[in-house]
């Protein structure tokens, strides 16, 4: 296959202080809600937190975990420094944080078991983390100051090294405050030695909204959404502690709030509304429309497209001019291959398409799913003459066509998870505090999540609020039992739905459960899952 041309860890027997209002009914209760009811099968889980002998990120369990993994012999090697920017976005230079002075990330790309080394250095005034989007690491490599990390200090560099034992279409991005709301994410691609969709042809399209430096910051917009919270995770200091200016001008505040305004988007298939902010610009691979980084390929071409959404707060309804996509992939797990015009793809997620490309120009299109605005690209052959206008607007008659919902999808046999009776049955509910912009995860469960090697796992998710969040657990891929078992590491639910995953505790350690919108995120919807011997 070819590319195209285009140019400190807590004490284990305490609760974790981080993102109370996320820790279930501990921290939710004082907002007026009741405790959801535990379930029989994890009545054990309510045991007093003093009882528990949990396993930590440093524990030889951990280490064990990592050992027991299949590797290749080979080693991948990247440098990485976070740091202050300008960035050039089609004409407009804009001041932000980004890892290799660009709007997105270098792409890392390495086979399935090889071991990759990453050295992080912190060019940055704040404290900062790297997360692993959807890589089933070792729990020490996570990234997830302070669960699993030190925050990295400015000035100061931190080495990750880590077995990547499965293939597919991943991300990294800082875990530390809205800094991923920056230029702070790229693309982390794990191929396959023994693919089989038979592309001849690989790119990479991230896309991504961009408010940092448009007049205000994603900070401004955290506080114009809700003035209580000073830090990032409801008030409560957020991944890596000061990842938060203190301040913001009154031009900056002034600017969020405008954008909040103008936002609260609605779509049929996400249920109602679909996010707070009117996002002022929309890229792909760092690029807004008007000044595109084609992908440039010969006309025939069986051309293998990894999209993934590194957004903070927008869905995106995405397809190619011209052109049907196969879906044979979602969240780097194979699925049964599905043919449609165009997919919603929700913060996080991934989504690998083939297209048979058509000699020509063809417009790639990422338009807000239910509001105004849109990323886009150009594909082109290799015989076929560069666009005089690039940006052809965010409306292809492929936009209207045939939408594959992801209840639609199924895993491909290789990847099915087995079927089994889950040992842990959990149950939380996903909330809003009133009418205010504090968000949480509800119930005795969701503040115990614990679970012993070898375990299965059934965690249900009640929708009890008015928005659709993206749900992602680090560290573990899961079965969505309702679309077949379908394999996803994150997972979009509805507004007055419930929707069960499951997943073998095969990965210990604690590891964060969260929404990844990241302002629901930053405002409480999180919670941990906690190994115990």
């Known amino acids: 296959m070819t590319r195209p041309d285009n140019g400190s860890v807590l004490g284990r027997r305490r609760f974790l202080a981080l993102g109370s209002l996320g820790a279930g009914a501990v921290g939710l209760g004082a907002l007026g809600f009741g405790a959801a009811g535990c379930s029989p099968d994890s009545s054990g889980a309510q045991s007093a937190a003093a009882d528990l002998d949990y396993i930590l990120p440093t524990d030889p ?3 064990a975990a990592e050992a ?13 420094s976070a740091g202050f920017a300008t960035v050039d976005l089609g004409g407009r230079l804009v001041d932000t944080w980004a890892y290799g002075g660009n709007a997105v990330a270098p792409e890392l790309r390495m086979t399935k078991g090889d071991r990759v080394d990453v050295t992080v250095a912190n060019g940055l005034d704040a404290d900062t983390t790297l997360h692993w ?6 729990n020490d490599m996570d990234g997830a100051a302070p669960v699993t990390q030190p925050p990295i200090r400015p000035g100061t560099t931190f080495d990750y090294s880590f077995v990547v034992p499965d293939p597919g279409t991943h ?12 230029g702070l994410f790229g693309a982390f691609v794990v191929e396959d030695p023994d693919d089989t969709t038979g592309a001849d042809v690989d790119a990479v399209l991230v896309l991504d909204d961009w408010v940092d430096g448009m007049g205000t910051t994603p900070e401004a917009v955290l506080m114009a959404l809700n003035p209580d919270i000073s830090g990032g995770h409801g008030g409560h200091g957020g991944h890596g502690g000061s990842s938060t200016p203190a301040t913001h001008t009154d031009s900056e505040m002034a600017v969020a709030v405008e954008l909040i305004s103008a936002g609260h988007g609605n779509s049929v298939p996400l249920g109602g509304m679909t996010q707070h902010v009117a996002y002022p610009l929309h890229l792909i691979n760092g690029r807004p429309p008007n000044d595109p980084d084609p992908i440039v390929v010969p006309p025939g071409s069986r051309l293998r497209l990894r999209v993934v959404n590194a957004a903070a707060e927008t869905p995106y309804r ?3 001019a011209g052109h049907e996509m196969t879906v044979v992939a979602a969240d780097g797990f194979d699925t049964v291959p599905r043919t449609t015009d165009t997919l919603i793809i929700g913060m996080a997620q991934r989504y690998d398409v083939l297209v048979t490309v058509a000699s020509g120009t063809w417009p790639v299109v990422a338009k807000v799913e239910g509001r105004d605005g849109y ?3 150009v594909l082109r052959t290799d015989d076929a003459a560069p666009m005089a206008n690039p940006d052809v607007g965010g409306s292809i008659p492929e936009l209207a066509g045939r939408l594959l919902a992801e209840s639609e999808l199924r895993p491909a046999e290789s990847v099915t998870l087995e079927r089994r009776e889950p040992d842990r049955d959990y149950r ?3 909330i809003q505090a009133g009418d205010r912009y504090v968000w949480g995860m509800a119930g005795v469960d969701a503040g115990k999540l614990i679970m012993r090697e070898g375990e299965r796992i059934r965690i249900t998710m009640t929708n009890t609020s008015t928005m659709w969040h993206p749900m992602h657990t680090h560290g573990h891929t899961f079965a969505v039992g309702e679309y077949g078992g379908l394999r996803r590491d994150t997972v979009n639910v509805l507004p007055g739905t419930e929707l069960a995953i499951e997943f073998d505790a095969d990965n210990p350690g604690e590891w964060m459960f969260h929404c990844h919108n990241a302002y629901h995120f930053e405002a409480g919807m999180t919670a941990n899952l906690r190994y115990i011997r």
């Open 133 to 138: 989007h959807g890589i089933r690491i070792r």
């Open 428 to 430: 939380v509910e996903l």
């Open 61 to 63: 369990e951990v280490a």
């Open 68 to 80: 027991a993994r299949e590797t290749s012999g080979d080693v991948a090697a990247f440098a990485l």
């Open 318 to 320: 995405f397809a190619v």
């Open 375 to 377: 990323a886009s690209t």
């Open 171 to 182: 991300w990294y991005h800082s875990h530390s405050g809205l800094q991923a709301d920056r």
